[in-house]
């Protein structure tokens, strides 16, 4: 399985911004997604998790501000984040494995870097 995450770039803060993470070698519909994102000097932490039946988890800091979606239609994940903080700079990471949480996922992508600036 091969994931591939787009859509990172720099912003303002307050203003949104949509990665996209599509998915070869593999059938989506098998695959539980995360988004994960890991800044300068702090651990890996999860952003977002949609199963497969579309049951969905946030982390604390982005509840009520980013929302995952998928359509296996396109083989494709998403992650929208709106009122983008300064504090959500990282490299964000697409994810994906054949168990739900808390099992970790088995399959990475490289990253996508965004920037927010204040």
């Known amino acids: 399985v091969q994931l591939q995450a787009s859509g990172g770039g720099p912003v303002q803060a307050g203003e949104s911004l949509m990665l996209s993470c599509e998915v070869s070698?593999?059938?989506?519909?098998?695959?539980?997604m995360n988004w994960y994102r890991q800044a300068p000097g702090k651990q890996r932490e999860l952003v977002a998790h949609?199963?497969?039946?579309?049951?969905?988890e946030y982390g604390a800091s982005v509840k009520g501000r980013f929302t995952i979606s998928r359509d296996n239609t396109k083989n494709t994940v998403y992650l929208q984040m709106n009122s983008l903080k300064p504090e959500d700079t990282a490299v964000y990471y697409c994810?994906?494995?054949?168990?739900?949480?808390?099992?970790?996922?088995?399959?990475w992508g490289l990253g996508t870097q965004v920037t927010v600036s204040s």
């Open positions: 994810a994906a494995g054949r168990f739900p949480r808390p099992r970790g996922p088995e399959y």
């Open positions: 070698g593999g059938e989506i519909i098998l695959l539980h």
């Open positions: 949609i199963t497969r039946s579309r049951r969905t």
